[in-house]
């Protein structure tokens, strides 16, 4: 049963992180206050990743800060971990 949520959270999640990405960047160039970096990355942490980065490629948006894209990998490494255990950890 929770499969069926997680398949139903993943895209909600990346829908989010795009639309917030996009508001970041709005925000950015208006000059007014800005997401902070950790909301964006808890919400790529928990697996709107994808919509994050493609929002990034698509708005040229946190491309450029060393610090913010080692944590951003980072995220993506730990969800791609963890999804190999899900799939793999019950195979003989």
Known sequence: MSSYYLLAAVPL??????????YDKR???AGRRRIP????????ALGG?????????????KTKKWSY?????????????LLYLV???GSP
């Open 49 to 61: 990743w994808p919509g994050g980065w493609w929002a990034q490629q698509r708005f040229r948006h």
């Open 37 to 44: 970096e950790i909301s964006l990355l808890t919400l790529d």
């Open 13 to 22: 999640l990346c829908l989010i992180s795009g639309t917030l990405y996009w």
């Open 69 to 81: 894209r080692v944590r951003f990998y980072l995220a993506i490494a730990i969800n791609l971990a």
């Open 27 to 29: 925000q950015a160039e």
């Open 87 to 89: 799939v793999f950890a």
